[in-house]
T-cell receptor
Framework: EAGVAQSPRYKIIEKRQSVAFWCNPISGHATLYWYQQILGQGPKLLIQFQNNGVVDDSQLPKDRFSAERLKGVDSTLKIQPAKLEDSAVYLC????????????????????FGPGTRLLVL | GENVEQHPSTLSVQEGDSAVIKCTYSDSASNYFPWYKQELGKGPQLIIDIRSNVGEKKDQRIAVTLNKTAKHFSLHITETQPEDSAVYFCAAPRQLTFGSGTQLTVLP
């Protein structure tokens, strides 16, 4: 079974530029997550999709970050404009259950993570 | 809001010794408690998980114990090996809040 794919693996940009990350989840997985992991910290959830609908985006800085999951499969995360503090690893994960992780409902589905995209903002 | 505290932040053990990492959580509705291992340059990988209807689960050298009354769960690694060196994360509640991580170093 193929894992979660992410691209690019590395990206260096200057502040105020824009950047986009792509994620392809495990085939058939209904739920997709984007996390931000700053060096030395645990992953922080940015947004959660169930199929092509947003379940939770309460921690997404919506003034500069956006994400979409068209057709309920692949997803893109965009930052525009980037700031120095956006330097981090952006992780994508997916899980299988249709009812996994509905907002306010405990999630009991295993999450499978991709390798991440390492972003450096200069 | 939801809070997960993980201790210690760093842990060094001699090869063959045991390692224990502990997490406490605040959301009493949590009923699923996973542990992830993250190696350098890779995404986190699930190594063991436990659901609230059991107090302990074991998989070879790895075990997880859960105390729902005290709201904490722990990862136990026995007979540690150099390849166990990595960063370990707990996650709760709702699996969407991660601890701050423990850097485990197994010294040969």
């Amino acid at each position: 079974e193929a894992g979660v794919a992410q691209s690019p693996r590395y990206k260096i940009i200057e502040k105020r530029q824009s950047v986009a990350f792509w994620c392809n989840p495990i085939s058939g997985h209904a739920t997709l997550y984007w996390y931000q992991q700053i060096l030395g910290q645990g992953p922080k959830l940015l947004i959660q999709f169930q199929n092509n609908g947003v379940v939770d985006d309460s921690q997404l800085p919506k003034d500069r970050f956006s994400a979409e999951r068209l057709k309920g499969v692949d997803s893109t995360l965009k930052i525009q404009p980037a700031k120095l503090e956006d330097s981090a690893v952006y992780l994508c994960a997916s899980s299988s259950g249709v009812r996994a992780g509905l907002a306010g409902e405990p999630s009991q589905e295993t999450q499978y993570f991709g390798p991440g995209t390492r972003l450096l903002v200069l | 809001g939801e809070n997960v505290e993980q201790h210690p932040s760093t842990l060094s053990v001699q090869e063959g010794d045991s390692a224990v990492i502990k997490c406490t959580y605040s959301d009493s509705a949590s009923n699923y408690f996973p542990w992830y291992k993250q190696e350098l340059g890779k995404g986190p990988q699930l190594i063991i998980d436990i659901r609230s209807n059991v107090g302990e689960k074991k998989d070879q050298r790895i075990a997880v114990t859960l105390n729902k009354t005290a709201k904490h769960f722990s990862l136990h690694i026995t007979e540690t090996q150099p390849e166990d060196s990595a960063v370990y994360f707990c996650a709760a509640p709702r699996q969407l809040t991660f601890g701050s991580g423990t850097q485990l170093t197994v010294l040969p």
